[in-house]
């Protein structure tokens, strides 16, 4: 099985570094406990290291994932 990984940053106007703000992570994997590691990432590198706002993490296994994902674009 092949996993994607893709971490969007949010209301980022430039790709300089240091003009992010907030971090959304969407992870597609066919096994649900694919995704520890890359949620491990996430919390240690994007929230913790960059001091980034976390928007959501989304998976394909949550229930109403494309609601959800429309809420979180919409409260932006």
Known sequence: MRRVLTIIPVL?????PGTFKKV???????????NVGA????D?????Y????DVGIFTNHDE???????????AL
């Open 12 to 16: 980022n106007v430039s790709l300089r």
């Open 24 to 34: 959304a992570m969407l992870l597609s994997s066919g096994d649900p406990d694919m």
């Open 39 to 42: 949620r491990f990432s996430c």
């Open 44 to 48: 240690g590198d994007f929230l913790g």
């Open 50 to 53: 960059l001091g980034l706002e």
């Open 64 to 74: 109403n994932v494309a609601d959800r994902i429309r809420q979180m674009e919409a």
